[in-house]
């Protein structure tokens, strides 16, 4: 009888044993949720970071490929080109849309999220480029397109001069309607405020491309495509 009861478990025993298998237990839940949480983090900022780098791509094309057209007024020469410190409106090379042919006028700057209204993204606009148009007035009924998702802060700088005989330099802001910069600068920040890799895009496409020339005359005014 001695040795039958020496042989099982304690009531304290089995208490003491169920009490280390649920500590090991939650441990291990603990460790398992942690690395899930860790593996969607990476994953969601991968995702971030590729789509940002996708948006950076297309809009360093659309920069470097600036279209120099001239609005159509009879009494001055002017680009249809404005640089501001925080947005960026030009004429595109590439068309407004897939049915679309021709040049399209197009716009870069933040603006508030459809659905969270305290996240705001980097987004253009892009509408048809009327070669009689005398302004950006029609972006303003433009959809927008998110370019890079969560995004503080956007600033434009131009580097150029009045003509070509000043000595070029950086612009906060281009103020020579009748001349294009040759490089355009843009510095973002991150929705958390840190800083993003600037952008410096020159324009390779020279303003001579905005002019006609005839044996006749030489007149510089928007072209149809």
């Given at each position: 009888?001695?040795?039958?009861?020496?042989?099982?478990?304690?009531?304290?025993?089995?208490?003491?044993?169920?009490?280390?298998?649920?500590?090991?237990?939650?441990?291990?839940?603990?460790?398992?949720?942690?690395?899930?949480?860790?593996?969607?983090?990476?994953?969601?900022?991968?995702?971030?970071?590729?789509?940002?780098?996708?948006?950076?791509?297309?809009?360093?094309?659309?920069?470097?490929?600036?279209?120099?057209?001239?609005?159509?007024?009879?009494?001055?020469?002017?680009?249809?080109?404005?640089?501001?410190?925080?947005?960026?409106?030009?004429?595109?090379?590439?068309?407004?849309?897939?049915?679309?042919?021709?040049?399209?006028?197009a716009s870069v700057g933040i603006e508030?999220?459809?659905?969270?209204?305290?996240?705001?993204?980097?987004?253009?606009?892009?509408?048809?480029?009327?070669?009689?148009?005398?302004?950006?007035?029609?972006?303003?009924?433009?959809?927008?397109?998110?370019?890079?998702?969560?995004?503080?802060?956007?600033?434009?700088?131009?580097?150029?001069?009045?003509?070509?005989?000043?000595?070029?330099?950086?612009?906060?802001?281009?103020?020579?309607?009748?001349?294009?910069?040759?490089?355009?600068?843009?510095?973002?920040?991150?929705?958390?405020?840190?800083?993003?890799?600037?952008?410096?895009?020159?324009?390779l496409v020279g303003e001579e491309a905005?002019?006609?020339?005839?044996?006749?005359?030489?007149?510089?005014?928007?072209?149809?495509?």
């Amino acid at each position: 009888m001695r040795r039958a009861a020496q042989s099982g478990f304690t009531l304290v025993e089995l208490v003491i044993a169920m009490v280390l298998l649920g500590i090991m237990i939650s441990l291990m839940y603990s460790g398992i949720t942690f690395s899930l949480r860790s593996w969607d983090a990476a994953d969601a900022n991968g995702r971030l970071v590729a789509d940002r780098r996708l948006g950076e791509n297309f809009l360093r094309r659309e920069i470097s490929e600036i279209f120099p057209m001239r609005w159509k007024d009879p009494m001055s020469v002017r680009y249809a080109f404005e640089g501001s410190e925080h947005v960026l409106r030009f004429v595109s090379s590439r068309p407004a849309g897939v049915s679309q042919g021709g040049l399209a006028l197009a716009s870069v700057g933040i603006e508030p999220d459809a659905d969270h209204p305290k996240l705001r993204n980097l987004v253009m606009r892009r509408a048809l480029a009327d070669p009689d148009a005398a302004d950006f007035s029609a972006l303003d009924d433009a959809k927008p397109s998110v370019l890079v998702e969560d995004v503080s802060s956007v600033d434009f700088t131009y580097f150029g001069a009045e003509n070509d005989f000043a000595e070029p330099r950086w612009w906060q802001s281009w103020p020579f309607p009748n001349h294009m910069p040759s490089i355009i600068r843009l510095s973002m920040a991150a929705g958390d405020g840190s800083p993003l890799p600037d952008m410096i895009v020159p324009i390779l496409v020279g303003e001579e491309a905005g002019c006609l020339e005839t044996a006749l005359q030489r007149g510089c005014r928007p072209r149809r495509s």
